[in-house]
T-cell receptor, first 110, second 117 residues
Framework: AQRVTQPEKLLSVFKGAPVELKCNYS??????LFWYVQYSRQRLQLLLR??SRESIKGFTADLNKGETSFHLKKPFAQEEDSAMYYC????????????FGKGTKLTVNP | KAGVTQTPRYLIKTRGQQVTLSCSPI?????VSWYQQTPGQGLQFLFE???????NKGNFPGRFSGRQFSNSRSEMNVSTLELGDSALYLC????????????????FGPGTRLLVL
């Protein structure tokens, strides 16, 4: 079974501090991992995907298959990073189905 | 390119009624998925369509159904509404079912907020 766990429901940091949003997954094959973000009153949107190994808005995430984790990191948080962050997994087999974690609400304080 | 659109945006129904929600994917996208978002359960997969065929279904009762039309537009229907069906229903589209290829993922609509009284 596919499962995504985001252990922190809420995370609060100060502007300029490093931030790490945790994501652990359970999947027997080789998954695709994504981070989605939902800013206040905006639609859910893709932040980054593990396959691209990209940095978006200063965020990076590395897939650690040994620890089955895909933590999202940013060295210096900004107030505009305050949002809900969802980690999502897509399995093999040609399905577009995404399995989401419950989300972490990040608040960056001034 | 216009994004995914969903209609209506808000809906109030009473228990026992039925409801139909509509989703228009991004032009050229042939895959449409539906998700239910609630504070308690988060985002849960409902179903997935590609070329008018249901490819996957989540763990929801048979009261939840859907379909996709030849122009890729999709509708979902919930019959005999229950209070617990109150949620934000999200539609997402992607270019295609991935036959082993990688890179793309889903683009989400704004959602339809359903309140069941």
């Amino acid at each position: 079974a596919q499962r995504v766990t985001q252990p922190e429901k809420l995370l609060s940091v100060f502007k300029g501090a490093p931030v790490e949003l945790k994501c652990n997954y359970s999947y027997s094959g080789s998954p695709e991992l994504f981070w989605y973000v939902q800013y206040s009153r905006q639609r859910l949107q893709l932040l980054l995907r593990h396959i691209s190994r990209e940095s978006i808005k200063g965020f990076t995430a590395d897939l650690n298959k040994g620890e089955t984790s895909f933590h999202l990191k940013k060295p210096f948080a900004q107030e505009e990073d305050s949002a809900m962050y969802y980690c999502a997994l897509r399995g093999q087999g040609g399905s577009e189905k995404l399995v989401f974690g419950k989300g972490t609400k990040l608040t960056v304080n001034p | 390119k216009a994004g995914v659109t969903q209609t209506p945006r808000y809906l109030i129904k009473t228990r026992g009624q039925q409801v139909t929600l509509s989703c228009s994917p991004i032009s050229g996208h042939r895959s449409v998925s539906w998700y239910q978002q609630t504070p308690g359960q988060g985002l849960q997969f409902l179903f997935e369509y590609f070329s008018e065929t249901q490819r996957n279904k989540g763990n929801f009762p048979g009261r939840f159904s859907g379909r996709q039309f030849s122009n890729s537009r999709s509708e979902m229907n919930v019959s005999t509404l229950e209070l617990g069906d109150s949620a934000l229903y999200l539609c997402a589209s992607s270019p295609s079912i991935r036959p082993g290829s990688r890179g793309e993922t889903q683009y989400f609509g704004p959602g339809t907020r359903l309140l069941v009284l």
